[in-house]
């Protein structure tokens, strides 16, 4: 039977805190976007989206996997 384990290794204390700042600055751009604070005027909505984006590529970029070792 195959063994699978984490690819990379479980996220750093950085990693943890660079997501909760992406989390902190997304919910406050949406935030801004959907109570209408216009934080960023008539670009709020640009704004969130493109955090938004951001957020999904980075995602893709640095999600961990599984590895298959070999026996």
């Given at each position: 039977m195959a063994e699978y384990e984490w690819d990379p290794?479980?996220?750093t204390i950085k990693q943890r805190l660079l997501a909760i700042a992406y989390g902190g600055i997304l919910l406050f751009t949406t935030a801004s976007q959907l109570f209408g604070w216009r934080v960023f005027g008539e670009y709020d909505k640009q704004v969130s989206t493109a955090w938004t984006?951001?957020?999904?590529?980075?995602?893709f970029l640095f999600m961990p996997g599984v590895?298959?070792?070999?026996r």
């Open positions: 290794e479980p996220p984006i951001l957020g999904i590529v980075l995602f590895r298959r070792n070999a």
